[in-house]
């Protein structure tokens, strides 16, 4: 398939994905089943996700312009490990791959084994010859290049296996916020999405806040409870009534609204149901000394705007890495 034929598919691909097609409706419900976190309200926000920013014809070829894409590229072979904490999380490198030109074998989470297999044996259905190019398998050997993404510690094996081979690693990352006390009640209601969405368990989530001493909590509190529900979800309760549990031991002051919790903490990443925050006096300060923090995904309020961080173009790669420059530099 030539470049223009490939966005086509893609293009077919993401009609397929917002139909009420059998098949696909049987492999999402089949995907929540086999993992609780994957609810299918999310599943269907990162699907519209992908729909809305990668899959429009306009943008496709908005993005492959931006680099010189050769149809006579010399096929390579590039081993993806994709992670598997939110829904299709490892699409984009899928897309990015199949764009490139290039083979790819992908090496699917436990977690997420479902949805990212039901698509690509639904193209090779459409196109039977891309069965040469797109394979799964449990162990990776023998590719050209690797894509890898995990946490802090599975990237040390990833380093130790793929080292030698041009490869792109990736390990743990967050998002944070900047948040002045003169965000709207709009704004707030945005901010709970970025925090909630996927239970917080993507790398673009906020799981910590930063706000000026005089920050009035209420009206955040208030806005969160759009996600009162999470209280019904066992496996977030569980996490909820251990991390207040464990509060209230250590005596630590928290502030909750039932269903997250609030508490003044330096770090970076929070466990799941909770959201640190720290206060701060000179913004620009602040925004000077986390530039180039290698543990931030992305700072809403700043780069980012709220309620956008779980909504990345063709154009955000994770890391900041260009994934497809790194595939064309092969």
């Not at 943008?59 to 149809?71: I, T």
């Not at 297999?117 to 090779?124: E, G, M």
């Not at 990776?140 to 094996?157: E, F, M, P, V």
Request: net charge negative.
């Amino acid at each position: 398939m030539n470049l223009a034929e490939r966005i086509e598919l893609m293009v077919e691909l993401g009609n397929y994905l917002q139909s009420g097609d059998e098949d696909w409706q049987m492999a999402k419900q089949k995907a929540f089943e086999k993992n609780g976190w994957f609810i299918p309200d999310f599943i269907n926000n990162s699907v519209h996700q992908i729909i809305t920013e990668y899959l429009h014809k306009d943008k496709l070829e908005n993005w492959v312009r931006s680099y010189y894409l050769d149809d006579n590229v010399t096929l390579k072979n590039i081993g993806i490990v994709m992670a598997g904490n939110i829904p299709l999380v490892g699409f984009h490198d899928f897309l990015s791959v199949f764009i490139s030109g290039h083979k790819q074998t992908i090496k699917l989470s436990s977690k997420d084994d479902v949805l990212i297999k039901h698509i690509t044996d639904k193209l090779i259905e459409w196109q039977p010859a891309l069965n040469k190019i797109i394979s799964f398998a449990d162990l990776l050997k023998g590719c050209d290049a690797y894509i890898a993404t995990g946490s802090n510690n599975t990237a040390r094996y990833f380093n130790y296996y793929f080292g030698r081979y041009p490869n792109i690693i990736r390990r743990n990352r967050t998002s944070v916020a900047v948040l002045t006390g003169n965000e709207s009640t709009t704004e707030i209601d945005l901010l709970a999405d970025d925090v909630h969405l996927y239970f917080g368990l993507g790398c673009r989530n906020v799981t910590k806040i930063f706000v000026p001493p005089s920050y009035d909590f209420v009206p955040l509190l208030n806005a969160f409870k759009k996600y009162a529900n999470f209280s019904d979800h066992t496996k977030y309760r569980n996490n909820y009534d251990y991390n207040l549990a464990l509060l209230i031991m250590n005596n630590m002051y928290y502030m909750t609204n039932q269903s997250i919790l609030l508490v003044e903490n330096e770090q970076l990443f929070s466990p799941i149901s909770q959201l640190n925050y720290s206060f701060y006096t000179d913004k620009d300060q602040l925004l000077f000394q986390m530039q180039g923090n290698e543990n931030i995904q992305c700072i809403i309020g700043d780069n980012v705007a709220l309620g956008n961080a779980q909504h990345p173009s063709l154009f955000n790669y994770a890391d900041g890495i260009d994934t497809m420059q790194f595939l064309l530099s092969l």
